[in-house]
């Protein structure tokens, strides 16, 4: 199935005060039309986007569009929101059975959140993702004609039917076609999909997929994209162990029992890889080391195996609401060679980790008789992960 964004970027931002277009002031150091963009750019279910630019930009559109990892076309937005959106669904191709529309102004939709709204689309033709209103709802009036800004209360409505609509708002292809050719004033697309007959269903929205609309939100947008940052780019940590090589121990690396004439010394199995990957693990979660948590000094570690603390560190990861998205270790042996036992260590490793073999990679070298480690007196392991906000 073919599915179309398109980011509704066009409008000026006349609430916020600021001469340039709001959709270019940053947020944790990027564009608020260019975390909006990659969302959609990064999100399995999208095909391609249109982007809707104010008529000055759309002739020199930010790199992150002409460069996009997947399709972007840019056309100059219209008058009003309706208007630019007509504009951008010219250009949405033939094969496309689903569009879904997104205001540049809310920079944190999540992937989970696009992808149900999508899915409600695709079954029902129209969605809309939208928040049930928290507070009680009044519906006013103005006071008098001569005191505009001065309301009353008309009634209270029930707030358990009140919805807060937000964007993404999702439509079959014809839906929305039918929706725009009503030309009628509308703030969104939900509202003339309605007007055209169409049932909307409604999605549950993210308190996160705020609007950006005054100064105000700024900070609160900054507070946002501090815990949303791992999410968008994942974090790296680095591990790194060396073990003696004594003869009368077991040589492990990686899970795996090597059969070789000496053995790595350690109060637990003395598996480096599995040390190094788990200090990695712990280090782009940013919680500390291997030594802190499972501490030699601790009879409970005493023959631990390494493929049990790393798997215990990728619990404590998941914790913090982290997953691992890959890990990548090299191993420095002189003798015996590895070669035949990658294979295994990579199955051993992702296994402990709870991730696909895919995920994990694991090289063999030797130091080239250089050092300790290449007179055989040690074997140490140097490794790379990356977690990110499952
Ligand atoms: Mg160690």
Redesign the pocket.
């Known amino acids: 199935m073919r599915v179309t964004a398109i980011i509704a970027a066009a409008g000026r931002g006349k609430r916020f005060g600021d001469p340039r277009p709001k959709q270019l002031l940053s947020i944790a150091g990027r564009p608020i039309l260019e975390w909006s963009v990659t969302a959609f750019v990064e999100h399995p279910s999208i095909n391609d986007l249109v982007v809707a630019l104010p008529d000055d930009l759309s002739g020199n559109p930010p790199v992150y569009l002409t460069h996009a990892a997947k399709p972007c076309r840019v056309v100059p937005g219209g008058a009003r929101r309706q208007d630019s959106v007509v504009h951008a669904f010219r250009e949405v191709s033939d094969q496309t059975e689903i569009v879904v529309i997104h205001d540049a102004a809310r920079p944190f939709a999540s992937a989970d959140l696009i992808g149900r709204t999508i899915a409600a689309a695709t079954e029902s033709g129209a969605a809309v993702a939208a928040l049930q209103a928290r507070d009680t709802v009044k519906r006013a009036l103005p006071r008098s004609s001569s005191q505009p800004e001065a309301w009353i209360v008309a009634e209270t409505l029930p707030r358990e039917s009140v919805f807060l609509a937000q964007t993404p708002q999702a439509f079959r292809r014809d839906v929305l076609r039918d929706a725009l050719a009503l030309n009628v004033e509308a703030t969104d697309e939900a509202t003339l999909a309605e007007r055209a007959g169409h049932r909307v269903r409604l999605v549950e929205g993210e308190t996160s997929n705020i609007k950006i609309t005054t100064p105000e939100d700024l900070p609160i947008a900054e507070a946002i994209a501090g815990s949303a940052a791992p999410v968008r780019t994942g974090r790296a940590g680095t591990g790194y162990?060396?073990?003696r090589l004594v003869e009368g121990r077991p040589l492990i690396v990686g899970g795996v029992a090597i059969p070789s004439a000496r053995g790595?010394l350690?109060h637990?199995d003395?598996?480096?890889v599995?040390?190094?990957v788990t200090d990695a693990i712990l280090g782009a979660a940013c919680l500390g080391d291997?030594g802190q948590h499972f501490p030699d000094s601790d009879p409970r570690w005493k023959g631990a195996s390494?493929l049990d603390l790393l798997s215990r560190a990728a619990g404590l990861a998941a914790g913090q609401g982290l997953e691992v998205g890959n890990v990548d270790a090299t191993v420095i042996l002189e003798t015996p060679k590895l070669r035949e036992h990658i294979d295994a260590m990579r199955r051993a490793v992702a296994n402990a980790i709870g991730v696909d073999v895919s995920r994990v990679s694991i090289k063999a070298k030797t130091n080239e008789g250089m050092d300790a480690v290449g007179r055989g007196e040690a074997i140490s392991a140097h490794a790379v992960a990356l977690v990110r906000r499952r």
Do not use: Y
Request: proline content about 0%; overall charge negative; some cysteine.
């Open positions: 162990d060396l073990h790595a350690g637990s003395a598996d480096v599995c040390h190094a291997i390494g």
